[in-house]
């Protein structure tokens, strides 16, 4: 029944009481809106409590029911088969009635900061999800209260306008400002779906209310258009993209001619709008259009306008305040901060529209003019903004967040601009302007600037990226000798050489020079807030340091540019480097404990040298850099009770002949280094493991060991910074393709318990994760939703989660740690309740632990199996998370298991239940069941023959190609294992197979073919291992109705409809699937059928050319499978996965018949069935053929 008018005040009375905190109101509210979701109405009457006068306080009521409006429409608003949806008529009243709505007032008090408000946005469960990406994106499902605390909200509402905003603007935190967004959301949401079809009036609509000139309303409506806008501009497809740019085709061509109108009247006639002064800019950009101008849907024009109109109150209104003496915030004129917000918004819309409404230049080659236009005046805007940065810091800091807000967005646009279409941008009036405000910045920034962490790190990714653009690199292709290529080559070289001669003399060799010392000795250096933080939580310094990804913090993105600039300068700042090592060594000997620039300079060179090290190699000698001292070396295995040997058992010294060099910079400088143990040198002590790693390369073999040793020495220390570091750099070493085993063997049981107690003392969850429990891995997996890491985390998580899994593969040491390996997993998996990203890393360790194992792997059941259960099923919370882990290590177990154990096999009904859900993983599902079948054998199918059916009836006919062709071979397994108890079990599937091979339409698809051709070898081998169920299978009316409703005509007997397929295909499969179509080709003859006779010839030619080609045409892997099977394992050996299959390979029936003695055979029998016709189709073959059959027969 549908929902009315009438019954809105029951639906807000629901809405209230699913926020309550008494589970008796919450529950039944909730129950009674998850029955209502779908009926006709509700969406409507949602829309009532939210745009109902007389309940504007009640944000919390309207904003779950904008929660509802949401989850509705993403779930109904389309047509489905399983819902009828929402009606075509109450989809029109409610984007009417959206539109009709966009003024929200401001008008509510901020009661959110004593009232949780927030709880109608997420779950406790859902609060990392919010705070990892926007709240608005996420799914909320309003089945319980959602409670956030104050400092929730702020995170939340930092990560809605970016991470600048950490003085909330109190605008913004207004309760009406969170509705208007809700709303924008959910017009954004209808558009995506709707637009252009079903909503094509909605920019139209939009762009006519932009002429009033209310702020407020103007306002909202620039919200919903940039929501739509991005919503809209994320849909992939050609005819979607081809929308999104008609929202504003034609509109730039007007604007562009009236500018270029405008000047021919201004002071600045034929000059460009890049070229005019700062103020003069804004000041001559035309302001207002025709008065019968109309605005369309093509509102780029109007956008542009306003952002130029807005900039200029805005600047004026700073000017204003600059010069006066009020400072009380409450004063703060709040109409211009409203058009500053929307301000703010023209700029993502204007950005919007030029990234996502033309194609890359560098794909059309064609300009995008609107770069070279919009560009100058966006830099023209920032250098206008950026004098009041430090003025209003004090005075207004709600203006003062704008301005960190607007500059930095307004950098980010130029940084996309560049990537996006990087010739337009490389015009010599953009690219020159641009580039060189930024080296200013970074190299001379005005004292208030250096405070301004964010505009900086945008300043430095511009650098960058236009340093490594490969558009602007010479190209190295070859000459393409078609015109329309090499038109384009020589487009390309032409705007290639132009950027180059740009760059060049704005990056002269002065300039790079003093840009390369500038970021080494001004940024590289640790201030005395990172030294506070180091010293307070040296586990979260790690991560700001070397786990975020590099634009989110100003010294990686520091280090990031350095890197890029020494690649591209390598012999001009190769010398430099080292020379500014060399100096701040000599400045700051080792002997130095107290932490002053000097020490911090040196680490910042010590860092220098660290991020090059493949470019620096040329210029210096790792071994003159590290050399240990004998009595070092001695002193931390007397401590540690270990004896340092080598092979011969002597005690390894290294020689002085290899450490003296005639030039070297800092003969044994590292080691000297280490020897230091004051704590202040922790510093040191961490760039000094940072560079172990890195020069892992040009470490030669005698030094190996002294490295190994300093590593885990640095690995037991007592800062986490320093041990962390030590942890990956030792990962490098361990994962290096020269690895020395032999050194490193005796230092294995220190560095497990060092392992062991670094993850205990990692208090921090994030590093739990990626240094602790990774220690165990033998590498990361992050396919699928596994893992939601940056890359930068993903790459330290390889790096750490590699070091003990390479051990386990190089070492014979494993077994004896193996008891002491269980406990730590069963330790972390007891404190990992609720945590999935440390249970998946654990899934991932536990599996390579099973493979070292191997067949000793047993021994870990105890933990492994309890987990494993835990993975696998679907009802588990965490099931998304942990499943496709789970699998693989389901798999790992099967594949290591020496025999089946109960648990084991009662675990395959899950897979049933995994697949019903989805075939996402089909492929690790396939390996499973082939695993079962070999290592469960007859057990399995007793226990599981209904199972096998089901899964094998879900996937066959319902997978594409790829999917058939991974699932085929389990077929072929099933019945070569087992052919006279599986065809009755999986009759359906055979009906299948047979559908498949008599389909047509695989004449140019090569994957159809190998599908068809795959298929009709299972039916040969059917035949020839159990004639009568594929008899009985053939003449089922079931089959022939199930090709019926294929509309697949069949004109005679099903088997010989399959001997043309046979005959077709058996040049595309192997070649043991070669002699069993041949084997089933000969079973044919002896059907009483005379149109045998008619294909007789066909047959006798297949099985002629397989006997006489078989020799010749063995596979490797069957050669190899023949000749090794016939030996045993050794006594003590458990039969591996891989013996197993080859026994089952050589027990095979088609191995163990003659093909030659087969066809001999029914050639008789079918002579003396069908006599004188026989004999007549016999004399109808042609001589050669014959003359090849008698070959082949060896028939006389």
């Known amino acids: 029944m549908a929902l009315s008018a009438s019954d809105v005040p029951a639906m807000y009375s629901l809405l209230a009481n699913s926020m309550s905190a008494d589970h008796r109101l919450r529950a039944p509210a909730e129950d009674a809106l998850a029955q209502s ?224 109108r405008q000047y021919r009247h201004s002071p600045f006639k034929g000059c460009p709008n890049y070229l005019v002064s700062q103020n003069e800019c804004f000041t001559f950009l035309p302001q207002n259009f025709a008065s019968d101008y109309i605005i369309s849907s093509h509102f780029f024009d109007y956008s542009w306008r306003l952002w130029q109109s807005d900039v200029q109150t805005i600047l004026h209104g700073f000017s204003s305040l600059s010069q006066s003496s009020n400072v009380n915030a409450e004063d703060q004129p709040h109409e211009l901060y409203l058009k500053c917000e929307r301000w703010l918004l023209c700029s993502k819309i204007v950005r919007q529209l030029i990234i996502s409404g033309f194609q890359s230049d560098s794909k059309c080659f064609q300009e995008v003019r609107l770069v070279k236009e919009v560009s100058p005046v966006f830099l023209t805007a920032i250098q206008s903004l950026l004098p009041y940065y430090s003025s209003f810091q004090k005075q207004y800091p709600k203006f003062w967040d704008f301005l960190k807000r607007a500059c930095t967005k307004l950098m980010k646009i130029l940084v996309a601009f560049q990537g996006k279409h990087p010739y337009s941008f490389g015009d010599k009036f953009v690219l020159s302007s641009v580039m060189d405000f930024c080296l200013n910045r970074i190299t001379d920034p005005e004292p208030y600037l250096l405070s301004f962490e964010q505009f900086l790190i945008q300043c430095m990714v511009m650098i960058k990226n236009i340093l490594e653009c490969k558009e602007y690199k010479p190209s190295l292709t070859g000459r393409v000798m078609d015109e329309n290529g090499v038109t384009l080559e020589l487009m390309k070289k032409n705007i290639s050489s132009a950027v180059g001669g740009v760059l060049t003399s704005l990056l002269p060799t002065e300039r790079i020079v003093h840009l390369c010392n500038v970021l080494i000795s001004r940024y590289f250096v640790l201030t005395a807030s990172d030294m506070e933080e180091w010293y307070r939580n040296p586990e979260s310094f790690h991560h700001e340091q070397d786990m975020v990804q590099w634009t989110e913090k100003l010294r990686p993105c520091a280090e990031a540019l350095y890197i890029v600039l020494f690649e591209t300068n390598s012999q001009l700042l190769g010398p430099v480097v080292v020379s500014l090592l060399q100096e701040s060594m000599n400045n700051c000997p080792t002997s130095v404990t107290e932490i002053t620039p000097a020490l911090l300079l040196k680490d910042a060179a010590y860092g220098a040298t660290a991020y090059v090290y493949y470019e620096l190699s040329n210029y210096l000698s790792f071994k003159d850099c590290f050399v240990v001292s004998e009595l070092w070396y001695t002193n931390f295995y007397s401590r540690n009770h270990e004896a340092p040997i080598t092979g011969d058992g002597t005690l390894h010294k290294v020689s002085s002949c290899d450490v003296l060099s005639i030039d070297c910079l800092f003969n044994g400088a590292l080691s000297l280094e280490l020897s230091n143990e004051h704590p202040n040198l922790r510093i040191i002590h961490r760039k000094v493991a940072i560079i172990l790693g890195q020069w892992v390369s040009e470490i030669k073999d005698d030094t190996k060991r002294p490295v190994y040793c300093a590593l885990i020495r640095l690995l037991k220390g007592k800062d986490l910074s320093v041990r962390l570091a030590a942890c990956r750099s030792l990962c490098l070493h361990i994962e290096d393709a020269n690895f020395s085993e032999r050194e490193f063997v005796d230092l294995l049981p220190i560095c497990w318990d060092s ?136 798999e790992a177990t099967l594949s290591h298991a020496p025999s089946m154990v109960p648990q084991l096999l009662q675990y395959f009904s899950r897979l049933v239940e995994i697949m019903e859900r989805n075939f996402d993983h089909l492929q690790v599902a396939v390996n499973i069941i082939e695993d079962y079948i070999i290592l469960g054998g007859n057990d399995f199918l007793s226990m599981h023959a209904t199972n096998i059916s089901k899964i094998l009836d879900l996937v066959i006919g319902n997978v594409n190609d790829k999917g058939l062709i991974s699932v085929l071979p389990v077929v072929d397994i099933l019945i070569q294992c087992f052919p006279m108890e599986v065809p009755p079990l999986i009759s359906s599937t055979l009906q299948k197979l047979i559908v498949i091979c008599l389909s047509g339409g695989d004449d140019h698809d090569p994957s159809k073919t190998s599908v068809k051709a795959s298929s009709a070898a299972i039916l040969a081998r059917l035949l020839v291992m159990n004639t009568n169920s594929l008899a009985q299978l053939a003449s089922d009316p079931s089959t022939s109705l199930l090709l019926q409703t294929a509309s697949i005509p069949v004109q005679e007997n099903i088997l010989l409809c399959l001997v043309d397929i046979w005959v077709d295909k058996v040049d595309n499969v192997s070649s043991i699937q070669k002699k069993t179509i041949g084997l089933a080709l000969s079973i044919i003859l002896t059907l009483r059928l005379p149109q045998v006779l008619d294909k007789l010839d066909q047959i006798l030619s297949v099985c002629t050319s397989v006997i006489l080609g078989r020799n010749d045409d063995l596979t490797e892997e069957e050669s190899s499978g023949d000749m090794s099977s016939s030996a045993s394992p050794d006594e003590d050996t458990i039969p591996s996965k891989e013996f197993r299959k080859r026994q089952i390979k050589f027990s095979d029936r088609i191995n163990q018949l003659s093909l030659e003695d087969c066809v001999r055979e029914k050639l008789q029998t079918c002579a003396a069935i069908h006599g004188e016709s026989f004999n007549a189709a016999m004399s109808n073959m042609h001589p050669s053929a014959f003359a090849q059959l008698k070959q082949a027969l060896k028939m006389p």
């Open 755 to 890: 392992c062991f107690k670094l993850f205990e003392e990692v208090q921090e969850f994030d590093s739990k994760v990626l240094k602790g429990i990774g220690l165990l891995g033998w590498e990361i997996k992050t396919s699928g939703p596994s893992l939601s890491y940056d890359t930068t985390q993903i790459c330290c998580s390889v790096q750490v989660l590699n070091l003990i899994s390479i051990l386990i593969g190089h070492v014979s040491e494993v077994i004896p740690f193996a008891n002491k390996l269980v406990q730590f997993f069963r330790k972390v998996w007891e404190e990992s309740s609720g945590e999935s990203l440390l249970q998946i890393q654990l899934l991932v360790a536990l599996r390579n632990f099973v493979v070292a194992l191997g067949y000793q792997s047993p021994m870990c059941y105890s933990i492994l199996l309890p987990i494993l259960e835990n993975g696998i099923d679907i009802n588990s919370p965490d099931e998304l998370n942990l499943l496709e882990d789970s699998m693989l290590l389901w």
């Open 37 to 260: 979701e779908s009926r006709p109405g509700f969406c409507s009457c949602l829309l009532e409590v939210i745009t109902a006068k007389d309940l504007a306080s009640q944000t919390d009521v309207r904003m779950m029911a904008t929660v509802y409006f949401k989850n509705s429409v993403n779930r109904y608003w389309r047509h489905r088969r399983d819902s009828s949806g929402i009606s075509n008529e109450e989809k029109m009243h409610l984007r009417q009635k959206l539109l009709m709505y966009l003024r929200e007032e401001n008008d509510q008090l901020l009661r959110f900061w004593k009232w949780s408000f927030l709880s109608v946005m997420g779950r406790d469960s859902y609060c990392s999800i919010c705070m990892g990406s926007n709240f608005y994106a996420v799914p909320f499902p309003p089945q319980h209260i959602f409670r956030f605390d104050t400092l929730s909200i702020i995170m939340v509402l930092v990560r809605l306008h970016g991470k600048m905003t950490v003085i909330l603007h109190t605008t913004l935190l207004f309760e009406g400002f969170l509705i208007a967004l809700m709303l924008a959301v959910l017009i954004s949401k209808i558009a995506r779906i709707d637009y252009p079809k079903e909503w094509p009036d909605i920019f139209l609509v939009l762009s006519q209310q932009l002429q009033s000139t209310d702020v407020l309303a103007s306002h909202r409506i620039f919200l919903i258009l940039f929501r739509t806008l991005k919503e809209l501009s994320t849909k992939r497809l050609t005819s979607d993209q081809r929308n999104f740019a008609e929202v504003f085709e034609g509109s730039m061509a007007r604007y562009i001619k009236l500018l270029r």
